[in-house]
């Protein structure tokens, strides 16, 4: 990806990231100062006086108004909270002398770690979360969501220390209770990891306000940054560089968000995927974003098809990305690139193989991804050629042919054109994945049928005809009237039916009714080739 040198002045907005939470948007005024770029960007992003600062390049186009305004308590107040809010790398406010000052004012316990008692605060000083953010190799256990947790310790006489340990979290309402370790080793040998759990149990209420999380227990209330570190505790530090999570909503096909924010740099840069082609991902440079200290961002887009805004609120995550929300909506960029394709490429796979695919090796992975990539564009070019519409569709790894083509109405059986389609469609088809270049790569093919969830209709309601409709078209496709040595996909052939459980979405996130009534094939990679 290319990378944007740009500088942006900000000249009088100084960032303070929590004094804002306490302020009112209700008072609708806007700071009459000497008037900057981020100034004006900040006025177009709500109403009342919140600090931010505007992240984009020298090129960036103007900060739209949302349609409409959000209040980020409220949201705060109403969502639904989940694990993934609560990754990244929280330092206590106030650096060494916050971090000192708990040994002087937090709860101290015995806790015993490995056979040995040690004395720690019952309150941390950082707390880390997610694989990317920990960079350890007990974050990889699944099953869990991890933390570490750095504390201060008491050693004998005066001495002072800090001890980190790892913790399961769980999240009930507004409390988040951490589960530390009682004892852990990892054999570098064999890979594997011994652990078990305490019984103690570390219980807070939270809350957020934009970077920072507060800690709170009956005795004490700690408040900690996501954009500082306790080496640095007074600059303001965003990075984000990260791909839509696996079975996340996707904000109008952006697959991919970079963002960074420091004193010398500011930039963001996003992708979206072109619906109905094949990673193509059309690169946007020059976008503006306006992070506010409360919690709040604002996001002007300028898509080909026309210049968005967007507002949400935000959780800055660290090396594990960020997430979006609007308390309806939420969107998850945690994920790294090679997971990306992890999840990209676990869509051509059959069951009994997921498991599989964490034992490659990142060059293994690569040159799987490669070589389905080139699949792909091979078949999109032998569909061009035969002068067909088929649609490849990367959220499920489908090529997806419109059930009105080769069907009429409710009907499952084939038309004179269904059958026509169908014969310059396997023409295609054959060509390409019993080719020596693939042959060995695909496992088998399957046949999948598809309804809408229109009003009424259920998932057992709408079975019967997505499983007819995958059947008909399965036994068309081996049949002698497509008039294609179909003797190798005859082999290797199945037909399902999904009913109404995999809808097509648009790119604003709403069911795409015609778009869902779809018959489609999917290959199977043959790993074990």
Not at 77 to 89: A, L, N, Q, V, W
Request: hydrophobic residues 35%; aromatic residues 12%; charged residues 25%.
């Amino acid at each position: 990806m290319k990378k944007i040198t740009s500088v942006i002045l900000i000249i009088t907005i100084i960032v303070t990231l929590f004094a804002s939470c306490k302020k009112e948007e209700a008072s609708g005024e806007s700071v009459q100062e000497t008037t900057t770029t981020a100034q004006q960007a900040q006025q177009n992003a709500a109403p009342g006086d919140s600090s931010g600062f505007l992240i984009g390049g020298e090129d960036h186009v103007e900060l739209g108004k949302p349609d409409k305004y959000l209040d980020p308590q409220e949201v705060y107040s109403k969502i639904e909270y989940t694990p993934e809010m609560f990754r990244g790398d929280y330092w206590i406010l106030g650096g060494e002398e916050a971090k000192n000052e708990l040994f002087v004012d937090a709860e101290f316990t015995i806790f015993n770690y490995n056979g040995e008692d040690r004395e720690i605060a019952l309150t941390p000083y950082c707390v880390e979360a997610g694989k990317h953010t920990t960079n350890h190799v007990v974050s990889f256990v699944e099953g869990y969501n991890w933390a570490r947790l750095s504390f201060p310790e008491k050693l004998s006489g005066d001495r002072k220390s800090y001890f980190a340990v790892f913790c399961a979290y769980t999240i009930e309402g507004n409390k988040i209770i951490f589960t530390p370790f009682s004892n852990y080793s990892y054999d570098d040998a064999t890979e594997k990891i011994t652990y078990a759990f305490s019984d103690v149990k570390l219980e807070f209420e939270f809350s957020f306000c934009g970077t920072n999380l507060t800690l709170s227990t009956d005795e004490k209330s700690v408040t900690y940054s996501s954009s500082r570190s306790i080496s640095s505790p007074d600059e303001t530090r965003i990075y984000v560089s990260n791909y839509i999570s696996d079975g996340s909503k996707k904000l109008n096909n952006i697959n991919y968000i970079s963002m960074t924010y420091t004193r010398d740099d500011a930039r963001l840069c996003l992708t979206q995927e072109s619906v109905g082609t094949i990673y193509d991902s059309v690169y946007v440079y020059n976008s503006v974003a306006l992070m506010e200290d409360n919690g709040r961002i604002t996001m002007t887009i300028p898509f080909e098809t026309g210049t968005k805004t967007y507002q949400f609120v935000y959780f800055y995550c660290g090396s594990d990305g960020i997430i979006l929300t609007d308390g309806e909506n939420t969107y998850y960029y945690n994920a790294s690139h090679l997971e990306y394709k992890n999840y990209d490429t676990r869509k051509y796979l059959s069951e009994d193989q997921t498991g599989q695919i964490d034992n490659l090796t990142d060059a293994e992975l690569e040159a799987i991804v490669e070589k389905k990539d080139n699949l792909l564009t091979d078949l999109a070019d032998a569909f061009e050629a035969e002068g067909i519409n088929v649609t490849i569709n990367e959220e499920y790894g489908e090529l997806v042919i419109d059930s009105s083509v080769i069907f009429g109405g409710d009907s499952a059986v084939l038309s004179a054109d269904g059958k026509a389609f169908l014969n310059k469609f396997l023409k295609a088809y054959t060509s390409i994945v019993f080719s020596p270049e693939y042959e060995d790569f695909i496992l088998k093919t399957v046949v999948e049928g598809h309804t809408a969830p229109v009003s009424g209709s259920t998932y057992e309601s709408g079975l019967p005809l997505s499983e007819e409709r995958a059947e008909v078209v399965r036994d068309y496709c081996i049949s002698s009237e497509t008039g294609v040595d179909t003797t190798k996909l005859a082999n290797a052939l199945e037909a399902v039916g999904y009913s109404n459980s995999k809808p097509i979405h648009d790119a604003d996130g709403n069911v795409d009714m015609d778009a869902s009534r779809r018959v489609s094939f999917k290959f199977i990679i043959n790993l074990d080739a």
